[in-house]
T-cell receptor, first 113, second 116 residues
Framework: GAVVSQHPSRVICKSGTSVKIECRSLDFQATTMFWYRQFPKKSLMLMATSNEGSKATYEQGVEKDKFLINHASLTLSTLTVTSAHPEDSSFYIC?????????FGQGTRLTVV | AQKITQTQPGMFVQEKEAVTLDCTYD???????LFWYKQPSSGEMIFLIY??????QNATEGRYSLNFQKARKSANLVISASQLGDSAMYFC?????????????FGQGTRLTINP
């Protein structure tokens, strides 16, 4: 069964509003989780590494004030897209896991109108 | 720099045939892990198989096997007896300590279509 759960799976929001996406590890503790973004017909690009109890580490070119990450517990990381614009529309997906595996959430398809 | 390359944008295969999806990688780290994922149209990422750089044998998981050629830096995925449900995007990914933590770097992906 799924070991990483992501919610919501699909969201439509108005331009200028903020959207929060949750990523939960269901049967293990994850001190580190990862957030990826995927454009249509493209590969997954790492946005940031979410660290439990400390600040997230963002990849080059990713605006940390735009994409707020909070990892307040060992089983939950959240990504908030602030003041969303149509160009933020994309597929966002989180992952967590051990040495020889990396499990992904179901993904969130965000549409900003 | 760590890099993963999948040179086949699309592959078309007849049902029940075997198919090989190519993946080459580049890293200076002697310790690394290679992953293959399947992504159907729903978007979920389904873990298929893992190969560690120090593993002596090629990884196998049911109909999936990984043709690991370390000297060539290739990690091709072989799917035997393909099924219609195998139609999806397939991504090769690499993880290494040099990249930091446990994050994955993905290839461009290959869209596999199984024809009846």
């Amino acid at each position: 069964g799924a070991v990483v759960s992501q919610h919501p799976s699909r969201v439509i929001c108005k331009s200028g509003t903020s959207v929060k996406i949750e990523c939960r590890s269901l049967d293990f503790q994850a001190t580190t989780m990862f957030w990826y973004r995927q454009f249509p017909k493209k590969s997954l690009m790492l946005m940031a590494t979410s660290n439990e109890g400390s600040k997230a580490t963002y990849e080059q070119g990713v605006e940390k004030d735009k994409f707020l990450i909070n990892h307040a517990s060992l089983t939950l990381s959240t990504l908030t897209v602030t003041s969303a614009h149509p160009e933020d529309s994309s597929f966002y997906i989180c992952s967590a896991g051990g040495q020889t595996e990396a499990f992904f959430g179901q993904g969130t398809r965000l549409t900003v109108v | 720099a760590q890099k993963i390359t999948q040179t086949q944008p699309g592959m078309f295969v007849q049902e029940k045939e075997a198919v090989t999806l190519d993946c080459t990688y580049d890293t200076s780290d002697p310790s690394y892990g290679l992953f293959w994922y399947k992504q159907p149209s729903s978007g979920e990422m389904i873990f298929l198989i893992y190969q560690g750089s120090y593993d002596q044998q090629n990884a196998t998981e049911g109909r999936y096997s990984l043709n690991f050629q370390k000297a060539r830096k290739s990690a091709n995925l072989v799917i035997s007896a393909s099924q219609l449900g195998d139609s999806a995007m397939y991504f090769c990914a690499m993880r290494s300590p040099l990249q930091g933590a446990q994050k994955l770097v993905f290839g461009q992906g290959t869209r596999l279509t199984i024809n009846p």
